[in-house]
């Protein structure tokens, strides 16, 4: 009995050996990179009277390669929009976020020539987080042509958050802990046993073949949690209408577009942006300011009683970052979208802050489409 369990044993050895050494000699392809679970689908039921201009259920749906929408053929225009929560439209059915109706409108005014259009948009992420979705998960993906940046409001509300100890220094050791943290892996780099090739193989089966429900840590079906962040700036200690000094935080900005560029280019990819609109003016009713729970300093979503910044004042700093990037796409011959002069600063486009809602969507959509008849500078 011992003899044939050691027999098997070994028996079972050799044979990962083998599939090891055969999955090395094929180079076959093991997707170590996750934004999103592969198969993921949540159903969301948002309460009309939190989200105002969204109505019904709502599926939000990743596909099987790891990004919401159509997966992408090789006869068609398959272009990948990268950016935080305006992009990920959360709470907005699939078919209505503003990337599936961009597809649509696409394929309306040229149908001889098909066009996808892939959604890689997360919550709370900043512009350097989708530089490393490009730079990792993106050159997974085959027949891309290009890639459309909606970028630069979480990164001015992370600065507001705190900025005294904003130092978002980009070394590579900052790169790597990032990493670890943005992307949805199992397999981890630094683990010895993450590194075979047959581990990846059986962790990217495991997630294709999965439906498993995500633990979304914030958001709750219904937008219960957005209505008690809302009630935390109602309760404010106070309201800041100055600016700290904030140079820095847009020169850090700046260079993570160039990276975004650099990266891109590397990958022989067409580069879009687009700019971050938002509720914000200097001047608002008060219904509109019921509606906003963004802008505060330290843990503001966590507990009540902290300051908070004006509208005033998130709108002049969103200004900035979005002008930087216009001067920045300028500068480099890039088609650019500056959705702020196209879309009204109302709630027949926006739920709360910053987020669209039905109509939002197709209007941004709409603003969007003639940024395609527009050819990317090419390096």
């Known amino acids: 009995m011992l003899r044939k369990l050691l027999l098997l044993e070994l028996a079972l050895f050799v044979s990962i050996v083998l599939a090891e050494v055969a999955l090395r000699l094929v180079d076959m392809p093991t997707n170590k990179w996750w934004v999103w679970q592969p198969n993921l689908r949540q159903t969301f039921q948002p309460e009309c009277s939190i989200f105002p201009g969204v109505n019904g259920a709502s599926t939000f749906t990743i596909n099987p390669i790891g990004y919401r929408g159509d997966l992408f053929v090789p006869d068609s225009h398959n272009y990948l929009c990268l950016g935080g929560s305006t992009t990920e439209c959360l709470y907005l059915d699939d078919g209505e976020t503003w990337t599936s109706l961009l597809q649509q409108e696409l394929n309306k005014n040229n149908p001889t020539q098909k066009v996808i259009i892939g959604n890689l948009g997360k919550s709370g992420v900043m512009a350097f987080d989708n530089y490393l979705h490009l730079k990792n998960y993106v050159p997974q993906l085959e027949d891309l042509k290009g890639v459309v940046f909606m970028v630069g409001l979480n990164d001015a509300m992370r600065f507001l958050k705190d900025s005294n100890n904003f130092d978002m220094g980009y070394n590579p050791e900052f790169e790597d802990d990032r990493a670890q943290e943005i992307f949805q892996r199992s397999v981890v780099r630094q683990k010895w046993w993450g590194k075979f090739k047959l581990t990846q193989l059986l962790h990217q089966v495991?997630?294709?073949?999965?439906?498993?429900?995500?633990?979304?840590?914030?958001?709750?079906?219904?937008?219960?949690?957005?209505?008690?962040?809302?009630?935390?700036?109602?309760?404010?200690?106070?309201?800041?209408?100055?600016?700290?000094?904030?140079?820095?935080?847009?020169?850090?900005?700046?260079?993570?577009?160039?990276?975004?560029?650099?990266?891109?280019?590397?990958?022989?990819?067409?580069?879009?942006?687009?700019?971050?609109?938002?509720?914000?003016?200097?001047?608002?009713?008060?219904?509109?300011?019921?509606?906003?729970?963004?802008?505060?300093?330290?843990?503001?979503?966590?507990?009540?009683?902290?300051?908070?910044?004006?509208?005033?004042?998130?709108?002049?700093?969103?200004?900035?970052?979005?002008?930087?990037?216009?001067?920045?796409?300028?500068?480099n011959n890039l088609p650019f979208v500056d959705l702020t002069r196209t879309l009204p600063k109302d709630t027949s486009v926006f739920y709360d802050d910053c987020h669209f809602n039905e109509n939002g969507s197709r209007l941004v959509a709409k603003a969007i489409t003639p940024l395609f008849s527009l050819q990317p500078n090419q390096p």
Not at 250 to 277: C, D, G, M, P, W
Not at 281 to 307: I, N, P, R, T
Request: a neutral charge; charged letters at 20%; glycine letters at 4%.
């Open 206 to 331: 495991y997630h294709r073949f999965q439906n498993k429900k995500v633990d979304w840590m914030v958001q709750d079906t219904k937008g219960e949690t957005l209505q008690r962040w809302r009630e935390n700036r109602k309760s404010a200690v106070s309201f800041i209408d100055t600016l700290p000094p904030h140079e820095y935080a847009l020169r850090n900005y700046e260079k993570v577009l160039h990276l975004i560029l650099t990266e891109a280019r590397l990958q022989s990819l067409e580069v879009y942006f687009v700019s971050q609109t938002s509720l914000y003016k200097d001047s608002m009713s008060a219904y509109e300011q019921s509606l906003l729970w963004m802008g505060g300093v330290c843990e503001f979503q966590q507990q009540a009683g902290h300051a908070y910044y004006t509208p005033r004042a998130i709108h002049q700093l969103l200004s900035e970052y979005n002008q930087l990037t216009a001067d920045f796409c300028a500068k």
